[in-house]
């Protein structure tokens, strides 16, 4: 392995605020990894070591120990004491010195400012060994420059942006770097001033974009809050980075099509990059009745091509627009930070196995299972509690291990919603009422992407209880837990966006339920299945009809794949006799309200005019025809 580079290296030639470059000339070692091995080697302490434990001392607590290192075979596990640390939590990111901001701010919920904190965390730094990972927030050819600092002992949080950005290639960095945007990670300070929970600062100081990570899990910060950062510089720009997975799908007659799927976490945006899980038989099944235990299948001999091109962030930049009334995207990260619950056992994606247990150089897993030397598996979880599988295991996968990657920028037809719903029955309703497919209006679609519901059970983050069911709002295009800004201002653009793309196509599609009947992500298998093979033929050639509530916009009365016709009941839940009509109106009287109360936020006298009359619209409980008068669309 190659040296280390020490604080002789060219940082002292970058532009860096004077309080940086005082730190980083407190710090007795400035590390500049030259290769992704050395931060791998130095995750584990040394060489020689197969576990460490990365800990700090944390006054009155003594050392604390906040993750457990592993070399695997295939790479290296990290895990987390503390089952809270596991996945993201919704509340974490504070905002400071942002001009315009919606946001909480460190004032607002610590009640004091932020400046001493700053500077303590600074002082911090400055005390321990550093890494420091110069990166391009959004990509080498669209983004923007930055910079992560943090502990020595934290190298594996550097492999994480490394890989999920990608750092700058030591012999590319140029002697007058000067980054847009600074992470700054400071564990122990979890415990020290926040009673243990996961906090991230946004601050914007001399014009820099910093992030205050006070945290190891990746989630809020080496992934969020490089999204967030992305916001608030695109915002400047007149653009947004949507949170979305971006398919290329090639149909066994070589027809092609692009879809788009937006949502919160949880909504299927990895899933929609992945091939259908069948049955030993080959079947695909279609749902379980959660009520009467009867399953449907469907005969699918021969499933699409996909070709993945983005899974989390896809970049809208001005560069590449067309004018052409289509969207699109190019993706936003080197690597992707992929959720794998659903892997339970051997067997159910080989394709995602064999990158995993054979991948083309080591991986970072998180909340896996893991043993020194051997081979983590992707379907071995870690426990929350005895016999409680953690809901959130992760692996970091760059995207030139992905089979059949596709670079951007792509034009999109289909732009998908995807909602986690629960089940819905007459006697237990709620808003688990849509069926496979839902064909929105361009003014109902950005109404939908205003609400982004964050849905049933949602895994990524923590909630427990009556929160499993409870609707809970992500905002604007569902990336609003991670912006700093003003919701409106995302929403003006995200409406701009919607009037000049009205040949893309808009649908929404559900997942976990549909009625009564859980179906866990065959329906957007399914759906993408049957779009690939009808390909740009209109919608209005099917027998469409509104669906019982305006923000279904339409449905299908029925579709066929390999002319295997698909019962009535999975695109209108109101044929299932668990449901009917009663069911169904109850739920959706539990939409519409929340979708009414949330909309309230919009209502701002800097709203676009047109986004105005559009909430209006939904406000007076307006019609399917009266949302597509607004923006006319493609169907």
């Known amino acids: 392995m190659e040296k280390t580079v020490s604080k002789e290296k060219s940082w002292r030639e970058w532009h860096l605020a004077e309080e940086l470059q005082y730190v980083l000339e407190r710090s007795k070692n400035v590390i500049i990894p030259k290769k992704r091995d050395e931060l791998i080697e130095l995750s584990l302490g040394t060489k020689e070591n197969v576990t460490y434990d990365v800990a700090y001392d944390v006054p009155n607590m003594g050392s604390v120990v906040e993750a457990h290192v592993t070399r695997c075979k295939n790479g290296i596990a990290v895990n987390y004491p503390d089952p809270y640390m596991r996945r993201r939590d919704p509340n974490c990111m504070v905002v400071n010195n942002i001009e315009k901001t919606d946001k909480t701010t460190f004032e607002e919920r610590f009640g004091k400012g932020f400046d001493s904190l700053r500077k303590e965390t600074l002082d911090w730094l400055g005390s321990n060994d550093l890494i420091l990972v110069p990166f391009m927030a959004g990509g080498t050819k669209y983004g923007y420059p930055a910079l992560m600092i943090a502990p020595k002992n934290a190298a594996f949080f550097a492999v994480s942006i490394y890989d999920l950005q990608g750092m700058i290639p030591y012999d590319k960095l140029e002697k007058d770097f000067e980054p847009k945007a600074i992470i700054y990670v400071a564990p122990p300070f979890r415990h020290s001033h ?103 299948y469907l005969a699918l001999p021969q499933g699409c091509k996909l070709q993945p091109v983005t899974d989390d962030m896809a970049l809208c930049h001005p560069s590449f627009r067309k004018d052409n009334g289509k969207l699109c995207v190019v993706d936003a990260e080197r690597s992707w930070f992929v959720r794998i619950d659903h892997i339970k056992g051997y067997g159910t994606d080989p394709n995602l196995e064999f990158v995993t247990t054979n991948p083309k150089e080591p991986l970072i897993f998180f909340n896996l299972e893991a043993h020194p030397n ?7 979880h870690e426990e929350d509690s005895p016999g409680k599988k953690c809901p959130n295991p992760r692996i970091i996968i760059p995207r030139e291990q992905i089979k059949n990657i596709q670079d951007g920028p792509i034009e999109i037809d289909y732009r998908s919603f995807g909602l986690r719903t629960p089940p819905c029955t007459k006697e237990k309703p709620s808003y688990g009422i849509f069926g496979m497919l839902h064909i929105l209006p361009p003014a109902l679609a950005w109404l939908w992407r205003l609400v982004a519901p964050r849905g049933y059970g949602n895994p990524s983050i923590t909630s427990t209880g009556k929160d499993l069911f409870k609707l809970q709002s992500e905002g604007v295009g569902s990336f609003w837990p991670f912006a700093t800004g003003k919701r409106v201002d995302f929403a003006n653009i995200l409406l701009e966006q919607f009037m000049n793309t009205t040949r893309t196509r808009n649908i929404l599609i559900p997942n976990q339920h549909i ?73 959706a009287k539990m939409l519409e309200d929340f979708f009414k109360e949330e909309l309230k936020l919009y209502l701002k006298s800097d709203l676009h005019p047109l986004g105005k009359a559009i909430i209006l619209c939904c406000m007076d409980n307006g019609t399917v025809d009266d949302y597509e008068k607004l923006i006319p669309g493609a169907y």
Not at 224 to 246: C, I, M, N, P, Q
Not at 519 to 528: C, D, H, N, Q
């Open 515 to 587: 009625g009564a009947w859980e179906v866990g992500f065959m329906a957007e298998w399914v759906i993408r299945e049957y779009l690939a093979r009808r390909g740009q033929a209109s919608f209005k050639k099917l027998n469409l009809k509104p669906a019982r509530h305006p923000l279904g916009g339409y449905i299908p009365e029925n579709i066929h794949i390999e002319g295997t016709p698909i019962s009535k009941k999975f695109f209108d839940v109101t044929k299932q006799p668990q449901i009917e009509e009663e069911g169904y109106d109850k739920g």
């Open 194 to 296: 926040f009673d243990g929970k996961q906090v991230v600062v946004h601050n914007q100081q001399n014009h820099i974009h910093e992030v205050f990570s006070y945290n190891l899990y990746p989630g809020p910060s080496a992934k969020k809050g490089v999204y967030g950062v992305l916001l608030a510089l695109g915002l400047k720009e007149d653009f947004v980075t949507v949170h979305a997975s971006t398919v290329n799908i090639t149909t066994p007659y070589d027809n092609d099509i692009s879809i788009l799927h937006e949502g919160a976490s949880g909504s299927g945006k990895s899933e929609m990059l992945e091939y259908a899980h069948r049955e030993e038989d080959g079947r695909l099944l279609l749902g379980r009745n959660v009520v009467t235990g009867e399953e449907k």
């Open 374 to 380: 051997a081979t983590c598996l992707i379907w071995e």
